[in-house]
């Protein structure tokens, strides 16, 4: 229950290499192993399938937050990660060859952890951010951009009729979003695309890559299965989650929600891990990055 935490985190997973965090085999799609996807079609990881992650590569101190393991008696989670939603995605451009792409309705995702992690530790909301989600807001008609683009502006090889640039939105996002990210969106620009018609989430699934495999017959060197296709979450793809903390008691052990989070963020705070499957293949590795909201 939510109010059972006491203090929170906003977690961020920056893709460092292509991702595939997958749901099978996939049915009445166009590739066999698709990525996790939202309710409403977007790429995701869904909290079971980070927090699985995040504990595999966690040293047995701060490991105990997390609950017990399969081989233990029951223990409940003293940290609870929420789905990490997709927020900014590497899109194609004629200039500089790629830019940051999101949608109104993917910094909805933000707002609203936002907004949790805020209820949370009851903390201030910045006055840059009611700026941004004024010129964010979920009737977009027109794309944005923090650089300006000559035309044709084409994105992801679609055709954007007309781009208003918004460099300003730069000082809402870099109060929410960790230091390297809000960086890496400053040098290489930020465009929002509108969700009318369609067009944002088309943009969005254009960066998916989809990548096809065979298994081969190693003495007779003939391919022995497939082809099958793999989806891939293209790197610098960011998603944000948070990080819910409620207070620790074991034995003689006590520790308050605050200093939980602050374990947490101290053992996971820039740290590289797979997530997914295909690692042997060099893909699924992220680098976690926490923030606390700068007031």
């Not at 099978?24 to 079609?41: K, N, T, W």
């Not at 990660?81 to 995702?109: E, N, S």
């Not at 952890?113 to 006055?127: D, R, V, W």
Request: proline residues 5%.
């Amino acid at each position: 229950m939510l109010h059972l935490y006491e203090h929170s985190l906003l977690l961020c997973v920056k893709a460092l290499t292509p991702v595939h965090v997958g749901i099978g085999r996939g049915e009445a799609i166009h590739v066999d192993l698709p990525v996790q996807r939202d309710e409403f079609g977007f790429p995701t990881i869904w909290a079971s399938s980070l927090k699985g992650a995040v504990k595999a590569n966690l040293s047995g101190k701060v490991k105990k937050f997390l609950g017990a393991e399969p081989h233990e008696e029951v223990a409940p989670s003293h940290i609870s990660l929420l789905d990490a939603r997709l927020i900014l995605v590497p899109v194609r451009t004629l200039k500089g060859v790629w830019t940051y792409g999101t949608t109104p309705h993917l910094l909805g995702y933000l707002k609203r952890y936002l907004e949790i992690h805020i209820s949370i530790n009851k903390a201030a909301y910045p006055n840059e951010l009611q700026q941004l989600w004024g010129i964010v807001s979920p009737d977009l008609n027109r794309a944005i951009s923090t650089k300006n683009f000559e035309k044709p502006v084409l994105v992801n090889e679609l055709e954007l009729a007309e781009v208003e640039s918004k460099p300003e939105i730069l000082s809402g996002l870099s109060k929410v979003l960790p230091s390297e990210v809000g960086s890496a969106v400053k040098g290489q620009g930020l465009i929002v695309i509108p969700d009318k018609d369609g067009r944002g989430s088309e943009v969005i699934n254009r960066s998916l890559m989809v990548q096809y495999r065979v298994r081969l017959n190693r003495e007779s060197k003939t391919v022995e299965a497939g082809p099958w296709s793999e989806e891939y979450i293209p790197m610098e793809t960011v998603f944000v989650s948070v990080a819910l903390c409620r207070s620790f008691k074991q034995g003689e052990s006590k520790m308050e929600a605050k200093d939980v989070c602050n374990e947490f963020k101290q053992a996971v705070d820039g740290k590289a891990i797979y997530v997914g499957g295909k690692e042997t293949i060099g893909r699924g590795l992220v680098k976690l990055l926490t923030h606390v909201l700068r007031v």
